[in-house]
T-cell receptor
Framework: DGGITQSPKYLFRKEGQNVTLSCEQN?????MYWYRQDPGQGLRLIYY???????QKGDIAEGYSVSREKKESFPLTVTSAQKNPTAFYLC????????????????FGPGTRLTVL | GENVEQHPSTLSVQEGDSAVIKCTYS??????FPWYKQELGKRPQLIID???NVGEKKDQRIAVTLNKTAKHFSLHITETQPEDSAVYFC???????????WGAGTKLIIKP
């Protein structure tokens, strides 16, 4: 379903721990994105990457980190510095500027629900 | 900063009636406006989009209209069906930026 996967589906974290959420795509997309979804607030961009080895902060990057060492993978680490990490995290990918620019559809993964205990 | 406002937050319509969801955007340079549908427990999926050089676009029971002067765009669903029940998100993008700015979502409830 869309060729983009996220794992795990559910994740529980103790306060003070770092956790890493996985995102993999086999769509040959250049661009990848991480969003946080909270009830009633839509989708907020955490980080995005237009090409391998490059990424940019989104609106709510504080307390998060990413890497883009491979085109297929864009893992997100939620660090202990993120004060309120309990949320639903969505990864997405698109063709990006290489594939035609601004009008490319974003394909979403199934999401990871993170709960801090 | 750039902002997209979406209304209403919840919309309940009788099956077979039409539903309209409206979004306004703040940046006049915005040039691409997609709509995504997210069914309960599932991922968002693109249902229709429109570019700034077009005023209206239709796809079967779904249409999107754009008013660039007023900086708002709307999703229209006609002959609503139970499977239309979902949360709908609008978004906007502007030149030279690959980010989408998202609305807060509208929960559409189709009453039988």
């Amino acid at each position: 379903d869309g060729g983009i996967t996220q794992s795990p589906k559910y994740l529980f974290r103790k306060e003070g721990q770092n956790v890493t959420l996985s995102c993999e795509q086999n769509l040959n997309h250049d661009a990848m994105y991480w969003y946080r979804q909270d009830p009633g607030q839509g989708l907020r961009l955490i980080y995005y990457s237009q090409i391998v080895n490059d990424f940019q902060k989104g609106d709510i990057a504080e307390g998060y980190s990413v890497s883009r060492e491979k085109k297929e993978s864009f893992p997100l680490t939620v660090t202990s510095a993120q004060k309120n990490p309990t949320a639903f995290y969505l990864c997405a990918s698109s063709l990006g500027f290489v594939g035609g620019g601004l009008y490319n559809e974003q394909f979403f993964g199934p999401g990871t629900r993170l709960t801090v205990l | 900063g750039e902002n997209v406002e979406q209304h209403p937050s919840t919309l309940s319509v009788q099956e077979g009636d039409s539903a309209v969801i409206k979004c306004t955007y703040s940046d006049s340079a915005s040039n691409y406006f997609p709509w995504y549908k997210q069914e309960l427990g599932k991922r968002p999926q693109l249902i229709i989009d429109i570019r700034s050089n077009v005023g209206e676009k239709k796809d079967q029971r779904i249409a999107v209209t754009l008013n660039k002067t007023a900086k708002h765009f709307s999703l229209h669903i006609t002959e609503t069906q139970p499977e239309d029940s979902a949360v709908y998100f609008c978004a906007a993008r502007w030149d030279s930026n690959y980010q989408l700015i998202w609305g807060a979502g509208t929960k559409l409830i189709i009453k039988p």
